[in-house]
């Protein structure tokens, strides 16, 4: 889709459709899992935890917070990342609104 249909659709379709496209990786969904069981790392501790290049990962940080999904402060020379609650509560909010539709449909 090109960048000018966007006006056509919602800012909140446009959001959730730009949060999924950053999702929409099984690396950056492994970060974001790494992240969810520590509550919080260093990058040098996700380059440990997954079978990438430190690079490869930095570009996929770089991804999610520019979604803003992580959120990440400088301490000295490293990075810390934690995820963005109130990014994951607008997709937790999306997905629970599907799930609640779907019970009262039938095929």
């Given at each position: ?34 992240l969810l ?71």
């Open positions: 889709m090109g960048i000018t249909k966007s006006e056509s659709f919602t800012e909140e379709q446009n959001e959730i459709a730009n949060l999924l496209k950053a999702l929409a990786n099984p690396a950056r969904v492994a970060i974001i899992q790494y069981k520590v509550d919080s790392c260093i990058c040098g501790d996700i380059v440990n935890e997954l079978p990438l290049a430190q690079p490869t990962i930095s570009q996929h940080l770089k991804e999610l917070k520019n979604a803003n999904i992580i959120q990440g402060t400088i301490e000295g020379k490293s990075i810390c990342y934690c995820i963005n609650p109130e990014t994951m509560s607008k997709i937790e909010s999306y997905f629970g609104g599907i799930s609640l539709k779907l019970k009262n449909k039938c095929c």
